[in-house]
């Protein structure tokens, strides 16, 4: 992380095409130890699609002032991606 003009935080995304198992480098961190998997966008949301689900609503919240305060990063990004599909018709009666 680092900032942008101004002294804003900010996170440079590496490798975002490529998908798969990345760990971070913080040791201590739960993602550091267990690992996490990256998937673009366009995967979570075309994999729904396909498999015959409406998308609803899509969120993506602005973290809590605590949250913000302890990673300033999250002032400026979503802290994560919601998103609200229902099976449609069609692809219930399967």
């Given at each position: 992380?680092?900032?942008?003009?101004g002294?804003?935080?900010?996170?440079?995304?590496?490798?975002?095409?490529?998908?798969?198992?990345?760990?971070?480098?913080?040791?201590?961190?739960?993602?550091?130890?267990?690992?996490?998997?990256?998937?673009?966008?366009?995967?979570?949301?075309?994999?729904?699609?396909?498999?015959?689900?409406?998308?609803?609503?899509?969120?993506?919240?602005e973290?809590?002032?605590?949250?913000?305060?302890?990673?300033?990063?999250?002032?400026?990004?979503?802290?994560?991606?919601?998103?609200?599909?229902?099976?449609?018709t069609?692809?219930?009666?399967?």
């Amino acid at each position: 992380m680092g900032n942008q003009p101004g002294g804003q935080p900010a996170r440079a995304v590496r490798s975002y095409f490529h998908e798969g198992l990345w760990r971070s480098s913080n040791p201590q961190g739960i993602r550091g130890r267990a690992g996490n998997y990256h998937r673009t966008l366009a995967t979570y949301l075309n994999t729904l699609i396909q498999g015959g689900f409406t998308i609803e609503e899509i969120s993506e919240p602005e973290a809590t002032p605590l949250l913000a305060d302890q990673q300033p990063v999250y002032t400026s990004v979503p802290i994560f991606l919601g998103v609200r599909a229902v099976a449609s018709t069609s692809a219930m009666s399967h």
